[in-house]
């Protein structure tokens, strides 16, 4: 996806399923030249500046109704939360309604397993995501693999992935538990020898094997967010503000490079 800070365009293909995926643009903050990260353990306690940085100020437009700003991602007692609200959006975020976070890694990150224990928000319109992103922004074409919670249903998490720009890979695992009622881990393993594997709480939950289509192959950020869908209700139900804020939390983040 091509993105510039004055005006940012989606135009994602919608699958026979009518799903779409969270894609992130860039923001000032962000290197030019991304390095490819080594293994990690973030307990997020706090921002870790030389690992990370916050959207603000800009929309990714299309489905996503809302702006990113910098203060809706948030630290405290061992937690990152990514607040959803109408606050305003610096710089207008397109006219966008409502207000929110997303948390992005400075450096791109190849192979390995990507780790994060999270609680997700209950409802409908939302998602709640941990997910792995690149594109033109970094001088490469568009892969991605997600791990997404749709809050009309947070029983159910959605896997999917992106190749040079084509998805439509996506799977629905009932979890056997709400994502919603607290923290969860969720996992996803990344090889090089053709695979792609989720876990949920250590359990191996669905592969993919590049039998549906080529499997990513490029270093990728590793992501955060949460956001509620316009024009999608098809997928994402319909999204309605409750009164108060939305909030998705974070307790960790790791990543093991194979």
Known sequence: MLWSRSRIVV?????????????????????????????????????????????????????????????????????????LDTASCPGGCSGK???SGEYRTNDLFSYGRFETRMQAVKRSGTVTSFF?????????????????????????????????GVGGHETIINLGFDAAAGYHDYAIEW??????????????VHQENGSRGPLPTRPQRIMMNLWPGTGVDSWL???SY???????????VRYTRY
């Open 191 to 204: 090889w090089n020898q053709g695979t792609i594997n989720w876990f949920v709480d250590g359990r191996l």
């Open 11 to 83: 135009a994602l293909a919608l699958t026979t399923l009518g799903v779409v995926t969270a894609v992130a643009a860039p923001v000032s903050s962000a290197p030019a030249q991304a390095a490819i990260g080594g293994s990690f353990v973030d307990n997020l306690d706090g921002f870790a500046t030389g690992r990370w940085h916050k959207a603000d100020g800009w929309s990714n437009g299309g489905m996503f109704n809302v702006g990113w700003r910098a203060d809706h991602v948030w630290f405290n007692g061992g937690v990152m939360g990514t607040n």
């Open 97 to 99: 309604p409502y207000a």
């Open 242 to 252: 409750p009164g108060t804020p939305l909030t998705a939390r974070y307790d960790s």
């Open 132 to 164: 792995t992103y690149t594109g033109p922004s970094d001088g490469q074409p568009w892969d991605e693999i997600d791990v997404e919670i749709l809050g009309k249903n947070t029983t159910q998490m959605q896997t999917n992935y992106f190749t040079n």
């Open 237 to 239: 139900g319909p999204f």
